[in-house]
């Protein structure tokens, strides 16, 4: 009983963090089957100037962490989602994909006036593997076919929610 109390009043005192940002995704591939559209930092060494826009920068609220990559596929055909991406790296000594420890929240924000899109078990999304958060679900993908639009650009606001 002791020890529940300990860990409620523990998560109690962990101060909510957030950024909201405007991020544009350039369509970089645009073949049969699938488009691609992408945003990469123009710090990132494996992107050469980066692609796309982000304002505000994530390293603006958060000092040590940017969004070095969204990337986002889309059946040609269908024009349903197929891949979801988000690659987050350190401030000034850049790698290829970090965990962001205590993020706790993602929300996309509707194009069209449509209710936002909830992630709530971000951590559940992790891929070792490609070490990036990989956010596809057929839920994003519906969600996103009826609020999200795009011609050369995909653009969409997001936030972000984590502890410190």
């Given amino acids: 009983m002791l020890s529940n109390k300990l860990l409620l009043a523990a998560a109690r005192g962990r101060a909510?963090?957030?950024?909201?940002?405007?991020?544009?995704?350039e369509l970089v591939k645009w073949d049969d089957p699938s488009l691609?559209?992408?945003?990469?930092?123009?710090?990132?060494?494996?992107?050469?100037?980066?692609?796309?826009?982000?304002?505000?920068?994530?390293e603006t609220v958060k000092a040590d962490t940017q969004i070095a990559e969204v990337v986002i596929?889309?059946?040609a055909a269908t024009i349903f989602m197929t891949e979801c991406y988000l690659y987050f790296d350190n401030?000034?000594?850049?790698?290829?994909?970090?965990?962001?420890?205590k993020l706790s929240k993602?929300?996309?924000?509707?194009?069209?006036?449509?209710?936002p899109f909830t992630i709530s078990d971000v951590q559940s999304c992790w891929d070792?593997?490609?070490?990036?958060?990989?956010l596809f679900s057929e839920d994003l993908a519906n969600w996103g076919y009826?609020?999200?639009?795009?011609?050369s650009t995909l653009g969409f606001t997001l936030e972000l929610e984590w502890y410190e």
């Fill in 106 to 115: 993602i929300i996309i924000h509707s194009t069209t006036g449509g209710e």
């Fill in 73 to 75: 596929s889309v059946d």
């Fill in 128 to 134: 070792n593997i490609n070490m990036c958060y990989d």
């Fill in 16 to 25: 909510v963090q957030s950024w909201l940002g405007n991020v544009e995704c």
């Fill in 91 to 101: 401030v000034p000594s850049l790698q290829y994909g970090i965990k962001f420890e």
């Fill in 36 to 58: 691609m559209f992408l945003y990469g930092s123009p710090a990132s060494p494996w992107l050469s100037g980066g692609f796309g826009t982000l304002h505000p920068l994530l």
């Fill in 146 to 151: 009826t609020n999200l639009t795009a011609g």
